[in-house]
């Protein structure tokens, strides 16, 4: 199975970090999926996951190989969802410059994302996490966060899709799908298919 709009393959940003669980993810809902390291595969994939790893050598890599500016342009017109240092990317501004280390993102998402706001590697936690917007009505989701970003402003144009003790922690903004978390530690693929659906 493809995308239903595209009939492509979902695209993973493998430059860096945990690609491979979404992988395993997407092929247990039928997907097939593709590498994208290089601007020029941007085209054979109908959508994209920017997973979570190191968003300082993420920014590094994407310069790199010049997929910055090829990034944007993927992304205003088709599906991209960010998971954990993903968001990071996707984000409009990051909070405290002071603390960003290099850190430069693609300014797609209509939010301000805090990094490793919830604490260090020691810190990481599980929790249920209520969803709402495309998601309402559903169970909460089992949500595993490490190191992971605090969305601090939610701006115009932006759902809400899930939330932990009140704050977001996943956010939509057309079809851009931003996650604090990592989905795809879990074997609920509610979010991924989401994704899907947005294609």
Avoid: W
């Avoid at 209509?110 to 260090?120: D, H, L, M």
């Avoid at 402003?153 to 009140?166: F, P, Q, S, T, Y």
């Amino acid at each position: 199975m493809t995308t239903a709009r595209t009939r492509l393959p979902v695209g993973l940003l493998t430059l860096q970090g945990d690609y491979a669980r979404h992988e395993a993810s997407f092929r247990a809902l039928g997907c097939t999926t593709a590498s994208v390291r290089r601007p020029a595969e941007l085209a054979h994939v109908g959508c994209l996951v920017i997973p979570g790893g190191e968003s300082t050598t993420m920014t590094r890599l994407i310069d790199l190989a010049g997929l910055r500016e090829p990034l944007r342009e993927f992304a205003l017109e088709k599906p991209v969802m960010g998971t954990c240092a993903g968001l990071i990317m996707l984000a409009r501004d990051l909070a405290d410059e002071s603390a960003t280390h290099g850190v430069t993102s693609l300014g797609l998402l209509n939010c301000t994302v805090r990094r490793n706001a919830y604490g260090r590697q020691i810190d990481s936690f599980t929790a249920d996490v209520e969803l709402d917007d495309c998601l309402a009505g559903q169970p909460p989701f089992p949500a595993v966060f490490i190191r992971a970003p605090r969305i601090t402003l939610v701006g115009d144009g932006v759902a809400v899709v899930a939330r932990h003790e009140g704050q977001p922690v996943a956010v939509r903004q057309g079809r851009l799908l931003g996650l604090a978390f990592h989905p795809e530690l879990t074997n609920d693929q509610r979010l991924h298919q989401a994704f899907l659906d947005l294609a």
